[in-house]
């Protein structure tokens, strides 16, 4: 059981980890795309410094596995990915959304009061393999993908780019049993190779 955590403080971040100490989940995921309030409301996640703080802040208070979840939204998600193994994360889960915006033609307005918003689903599922390969490639600690799995191939290729395992959500809402599809699909496929666990996938991506 994972507890996904948010503030707008270093503080709230640690706040919520404490209070989680006694609780029965068994890793903390800390969210970092969350606005700064201290620091002109500029996200945590999106600078080295940043993510190093809140990352070492929280991690001596929490007493649980701390897992880092990494936004999509930077110029090097590689290096912000390291920021956080270096500042003490345990692993890390990546993407968060992308994002995005839409706007109503004929009021030409956002469509979202915050005018922007974050976009998920199949539509990000490339960005998130390609992401979740360039911190494989820069980590030593566990990754987990996430972004627009959809199916047990999505799952598998996800897998293959390096993740150790992976999240499904959008997939969750147009059909229910989605996660139960994928893990007898990706059942089926790893005894077709003759694997003792489909996790021999992970990192096996052949670069030309």
Request: charged share 20%.
């Amino acid at each position: 059981m994972i507890a996904n955590i948010a503030g707008n403080t270093v503080e709230d971040y640690c706040a919520l980890a404490e209070k989680l100490n006694q609780s029965n989940v068994d890793m903390i995921e800390l969210n970092i795309s969350c606005p700064n309030v201290k620091h002109g409301g500029v996200n945590f996640g999106t600078s080295t410094q940043s993510v190093a703080e809140v990352t070492s802040q929280v991690k001596r208070r929490c007493q649980k596995p701390l897992m880092v979840k990494l936004t999509p939204n930077v110029t090097s998600i590689g290096d912000i990915a390291k920021a956080a193994e270096d500042a003490g994360a345990d692993a890390l889960s990546l993407i968060n959304t992308l994002t995005g915006m839409r706007v109503d033609i004929n009021t030409r307005r956002p469509m979202l009061r915050n005018n922007t918003g974050g976009l998920s689903g199949p539509a990000i599922f490339p960005v998130a393999v390609r992401m979740v390969h360039e911190v494989y490639k820069r980590v030593k600690i566990p990754v987990i993908g996430m972004g627009g799995i959809s199916t047990w191939e999505d799952a598998t290729e996800m897998m293959i780019a390096g993740a150790c395992a992976v999240q499904v959500g959008t997939a969750n809402f147009h059909d229910p049993f989605a996660c139960i599809k994928i893990i007898e699909g990706l059942e089926r496929f790893a005894d077709s190779l003759g694997l003792n666990s489909i996790t021999e996938l992970t990192g096996t991506l052949q670069e030309w």
